[in-house]
T-cell receptor, first 111, second 115 residues
C-alpha cells in the first residue's frame, strides 16, 4: 500500500511565525502535491513538484514556498503565518498516471 | 463557471438505499476520472479510477463516465452507515506530459447513511 505521512495532525502557531509542514511518501513517486482544503472552497492546489528540486506553482501559491531536496520528501513552508492560512493542509503523491494518494492531513490554526 | 461542478448536498439516505453521486465538467480534454472518499478529519482516499468513457465496478461501487455529456457518476448499492463521508470527484487531462497529473476536484458531496 502507498503510504503518505505528514509530520503533524494538529498544529497551532502564532501570526508571523515561520511554519514547516513535512510530507513523506514511501512509494518512489515522482510527483508530490500540497493542497489546502476549506469549507465551501474544496481542495485548492498550492504547489506541486515533479522531480527533486523541481517545483511548480499551483492555483494559490501566495504566502507559501516549498522544498524538495529528496524524492520522498516534500515540505511546505509558510514564511510568515497569517490567520487566513488557518486550514487543513493535505499532501499527495502520484506516479505519472494521475491517481493521487493523500496523507492524513495537518489541521493548522494560526492565532 | 467552475471546471468541475458537484452538488455539495448534504445527502441523507436510509441504510440499504442506492446512492447516486454526480459531477459535470466543462473541459473536454479530461480523460482520467477518479472518485475519492473522505471521512471527517481524514485525508481523501482513492475509491475508483477510470479512463475515458464506460463503467467500472468494484464491489458495491460503480463508476460511470459519459464523455459525450461530460458527466460522471458514482453509484453505491446497499449503502451502509460506514459509507457516510464526503465524496469528491476528480479528473485530469492527461497522465503525464506537462500537466504532471494535476487533478481538478469537485467541491465534494456530503453523504449520510442512517440506520
Amino acid at each position: 500500500d502507498v503510504k503518505v505521512t505528514q509530520s503533524s495532525r494538529y498544529l497551532v502557531k502564532r501570526t508571523g511565525e515561520k511554519v514547516f509542514l513535512e510530507c513523506v511518501q514511501d512509494m518512489d513517486h515522482e510527483n508530490m502535491f500540497w493542497y489546502r482544503q476549506d469549507p465551501g472552497l474544496g481542495l485548492r492546489l498550492i504547489y506541486f513538484s515533479y522531480d527533486v528540486k523541481m517545483k511548480e506553482k499551483g492555483d494559490i501559491p501566495e504566502g507559501y514556498s516549498v522544498s524538495r531536496e529528496k524524492k520522498e520528501r516534500f515540505s511546505l513552508i509558510l514564511e510568515s503565518a497569517s490567520t487566513n492560512q488557518t486550514s487543513m493542509y493535505l499532501c499527495a503523491s502520484s506516479l505519472f498516471r494521475g491517481e493521487q494518494f493523500f496523507g492524513p492531513g495537518t489541521r493548522l490554526t494560526v492565532l | 463557471q467552475k471546471e468541475v461542478e458537484q452538488d455539495p448536498g448534504p445527502l441523507s439516505v436510509p441504510e440499504g438505499a442506492i446512492v447516486s453521486l454526480n459531477c459535470t465538467y466543462s473541459n473536454s480534454a479530461f480523460q482520467y476520472f477518479m472518485w475519492y472518499r473522505q471521512y471527517s478529519r481524514k485525508g481523501p482516499e482513492l475509491l475508483m479510477y477510470t479512463y475515458s468513457s464506460g463503467n467500472k465496478e468494484d464491489g458495491r461501487f460503480t463508476a460511470q463516465v459519459d464523455k459525450s455529456s461530460k458527466y460522471i457518476s458514482l453509484f453505491i448499492r446497499d449503502s451502509q452507515p460506514s459509507d457516510s463521508a464526503t465524496y469528491l470527484c476528480a479528473m485530469s487531462a492527461n497522465a503525464g506530459g506537462t500537466s504532471y497529473g494535476k487533478l481538478t476536484f469537485g467541491q465534494g458531496t456530503i453523504l449520510t447513511v442512517h440506520p
